[in-house]
């Protein structure tokens, strides 16, 4: 009886674990821009800096969201080109630079595959997120040295990563 709980209890830490590692982001920026046209354009840096390489390792990559209109649908690969692994990025609201949610996740495999995922309330007002109105557009960053944001995340074991993804 004690050893089936406890397999039990393996079993249910192996498909979902919060674990101690982060995401570290940095340079993270969001602007609305009004004139001369209308744009939009999110950006930062993020690694995962305590991951040893069975963790994916530390991996920085250069996130990049932009848009004229309306924010994709579609997760957009942090790199230039998409090689199936790595994170991904997706605005899931957006008010404007000064409201809006962001998810994360990073997709790897090492033996089982491997996916960690957050998602990243960012509003003006709460916590460091800082915006600057001018005529033409509206900047935004986090108000320490480098805008930094470290979140933790959740790691999921051999699940697919969220799709679509944007073809970049
Ligand atoms: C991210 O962008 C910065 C600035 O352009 C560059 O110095 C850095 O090498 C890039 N990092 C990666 C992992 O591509
Ligand atoms: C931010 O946007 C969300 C979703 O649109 C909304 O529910 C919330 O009230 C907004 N918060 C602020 C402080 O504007
Ligand atoms: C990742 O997080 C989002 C937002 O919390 C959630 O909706 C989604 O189901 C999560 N992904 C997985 C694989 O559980």
Redesign the pocket.
């Known amino acids: 009886m004690l050893l089936h709980k406890s397999l039990a209890l393996l079993a249910s830490l192996a498909a979902t674990t919060t674990n101690a590692l982060y995401f570290h982001l940095t340079d993270f920026r969001a602007s609305d821009v009004r004139i001369p046209s209308e744009s939009h354009a999110l950006a930062f840096t993020i690694s995962n800096p305590d991951a040893v390489f069975e963790q994916g390792g530390n991996n920085p990559a250069n996130c990049t969201i932009s848009w004229t209109t309306t924010p994709p649908t579609c997760w957009t690969p942090c790199a230039t080109t998409d090689s199936g692994w790595g994170y991904y990025a997706l605005l899931?609201s957006y008010s404007g630079a000064y409201n809006f949610t962001l998810?994360i996740?990073e997709y790897f495999a090492y033996r089982n595959s491997v996916?960690n995922?957050?998602?990243i309330p960012v509003v003006e007002g709460s916590g460091e997120w800082d915006c600057s109105r001018g005529g033409q557009s509206t900047q935004c960053n986090f108000r320490n040295a480098e805008s930094s944001y470290d979140t933790g995340f959740?790691t999921?074991y051999g699940?697919q990563k969220?799709g679509p993804i944007c073809v970049v």
Do not use: F, I
Request: net charge negative.
């Open positions: 899931t998810q996740q996916l995922n957050v998602s959740e999921y699940v969220a």
